[in-house]
């Protein structure tokens, strides 16, 4: 019997294959934990690293996964072909507004450049109005723990209003990850403006 989908669930993460299996085991376990719940997962299409990682914990748990991904991805091979549901973009813009449209929640997990990006913007997303949902950062073993602090200096510098550190939510691990979406509620903060 096919489990009712809550929603969409869009996570941002590395898609680097050289990196401590921590991380991988955190995201894999996040997979699981979100097809166990009922959550389907959102993300880059890609086969290795995080992406693939929490890509195999949400199909294994018998969860669903919908991958996002730009069409020179496809080209150059790096599509995972264990999903069914994926849809091929011109660009990364447009890869990011599509993720964001479906999108009930973020969760972001480590990564480069590219999981920042992604992660900041949301966040201004966020701040703009443009988006309402909740944004959960799984901190793996504190490896967020510099840009949580640039975050706060830039509110202590009055860059960011003191509600803006409503915008997002820290989760250690997997399961306070699943917690906080699972008892997230609208949070109200003050304009940029």
Not at 35 to 51: F, I, P, Q
Not at 120 to 148: A, F, K
Request: charged content about 20%; glycine content about 10%.
């Amino acid at each position: 019997m096919k489990r009712e989908i809550k929603g969409n669930v869009c996570v941002f993460c590395a898609s680097s294959a050289n990196i401590d299996v921590r991380y991988l085991d955190a995201a894999r376990e996040l997979g699981t934990l979100m097809a166990s719940e009922g959550w389907r997962c959102v993300n880059g299409g890609g086969a290795v690293g995080l992406m693939g990682a929490v890509t195999d914990g949400t199909l294994d748990a018998g969860g669903e996964v919908t991958g996002v991904i730009p069409k020179f991805m496809v080209d150059h091979g790096w599509c995972y072909d264990r999903l069914d549901d994926v849809i091929v973009t011109a660009d990364m813009h447009q890869r990011k507004h599509i993720m964001s449209d479906m999108a009930d929640a973020v969760i972001a997990l480590p990564g480069g450049v590219g999981t920042l990006e992604e992660l900041l913007e949301t966040l201004t997303w966020r701040q703009l109005g443009l988006i309402q949902v909740p944004i959960i950062i799984l901190n793996t073993m504190g490896y967020y723990d510099s840009l949580l602090a640039m975050l706060n200096h830039a509110i202590g510098e009055g860059f960011m209003k003191p509600s803006h550190g409503q915008l997002w939510q820290v989760a250690a691990t997997p399961q306070e990850a699943m917690a906080l979406l699972e008892n997230s509620k609208p949070v109200d903060f003050e304009s940029k403006y």
